[in-house]
């Protein structure tokens, strides 16, 4: 119990989506799943949330009955503080770690971008909790063969960490290098495991794309590449 798990990356690369596919997939093993965020996430239109944000025992009480009761019925747990603009963002601290603790497992949202396929973190970003012992750094391949001013958050401090200017296009060995760099995807992830997870593999050439990617990503910086590819009905 109590295994917490990371996905960092732009909103525009899936990771949302996937977020939810974790938790349902978990869910439907049998595990308590919690669902949270440590920057801000949206409140979901399909599944219960829970906002956690009195500091009064008996807020806290009702709101963790309501938890075990959508744990019983086999849902997981989306919970967070509100936030402005109908989002939700992290659980207060004097709850955070019981909560992570009576899970089976944690997902976090520990990042956010504006909606493009991949980003370079600010130096707030990613927000990862000590609990945390997995971390994914998701990308789209829509930004592959894309200038990379078009396709990435803060291209202006990608491009110098590639050696590139920011309308060169965005190759599967430069996004490998992005991902697998401890300034881009593996900021702040020390000794915790470490995964890519390239989404939006739709089409034949993307396929491709991704799969040099993925195979950079293991031969040059070791580190393991999940592709993946969500249908619209799934995406979050």
Do not use: M
Request: proline share 6%; with cysteine; aromatic share 6%.
């Amino acid at each position: 119990a109590g295994q917490c798990l990371a996905v960092v990356g732009p909103s525009g690369g899936g990771k949302t989506t996937l977020l939810y596919a974790l938790s349902a997939y978990c869910t439907a093993k049998g595990w308590r799943v919690l669902t949270t965020t440590t920057t801000h996430i949206r409140k979901p239109v399909n599944v219960p949330w829970i906002a956690v944000n009195e500091e009064e025992n008996t807020a806290w009480e009702n709101a963790r009955k309501e938890r075990d009761r959508l744990w019983q019925q086999g849902t997981y747990v989306v919970a967070g503080t509100p936030a402005p603009h109908e989002k939700l963002t992290i659980l207060p601290e004097s709850i955070r770690s019981e909560w992570i603790s009576d899970a089976d497992i944690t997902f976090l949202e520990a990042d956010g971008a504006k909606c493009l396929p991949c980003k370079f973190p600010a130096a707030h970003e990613p927000v990862l909790l000590p609990q945390c012992d997995i971390v994914l750094a998701v990308a789209g391949t829509s930004a592959l063969e894309k200038p990379l001013e078009e396709v990435c958050f803060r291209a202006e401090l990608a491009g110098p960490l590639l050696h590139v200017p920011g309308n060169t296009l965005l190759t599967p060995a430069l996004l490998a290098k992005l991902l697998a760099s401890e300034a881009g995807g593996r900021k702040a992830v020390g000794s915790r495991r470490f995964y890519a997870v390239i989404n939006q593999v739709d089409t034949d050439e993307r396929t491709a794309l991704a799969r040099q990617t993925a195979e950079l990503l293991k031969k040059q910086y070791g580190v393991p590449c999940v592709l993946t590819h969500f249908e619209e009905g799934e995406r979050a």
